[in-house]
């Protein structure tokens, strides 16, 4: 049974950057077939694509944040990454990673990440 579990710094200034981690268990990040993403939902608002990754490294993000965030994987850890730059308020919101299958349903959750944006 795969398990994802996010980490990171909860808290960062504005302007400053937010790198965040996700550790997956009970199933390898390279399975063929297989796509990794990042999703965030602020409070009191629906959730937003960040960007997903597929098992070959390939990555897409959402228009919108293409400018500012960046995904990287190491595969020897099974871990996937997202970097957010030049973060603002508007970005404070829970973060989740999760695996979607081919048709970028997601399948598989993680708990959630809190990152709050705050001088």
């Known amino acids: 049974q795969v398990q994802l579990q996010e980490s990171g710094p909860g808290l960062v200034k504005p302007s400053q950057s937010v790198s965040l981690t996700c550790n997956v268990s009970?199933?390898?990040?390279?399975?063929?077939?297989?796509?990794w993403a990042w999703i965030r939902q602020p409070q009191g608002k629906g959730p937003e694509w960040i960007a997903h990754?597929?098992?070959?490294?390939?990555?897409y993000y959402n228009p919108s944040l293409r400018s500012r965030a960046s995904l990287s994987r190491d595969t020897t850890k099974n871990q996937f990454a997202l970097r957010l730059s030049t973060v603002t308020p508007e970005d404070t919101a829970v973060y989740y990673c999760?695996?979607?299958?081919?048709?970028?349903?997601?399948?598989?959750w993680g708990q959630g990440t809190q990152v709050t944006v705050s001088s």
């Open positions: 999760a695996r979607t299958d081919n048709m970028l349903l997601v399948d598989t």
């Open positions: 009970g199933g390898s990040i390279t399975t063929a077939y297989t796509y």
């Open positions: 990754m597929f098992a070959n490294g390939d990555t």
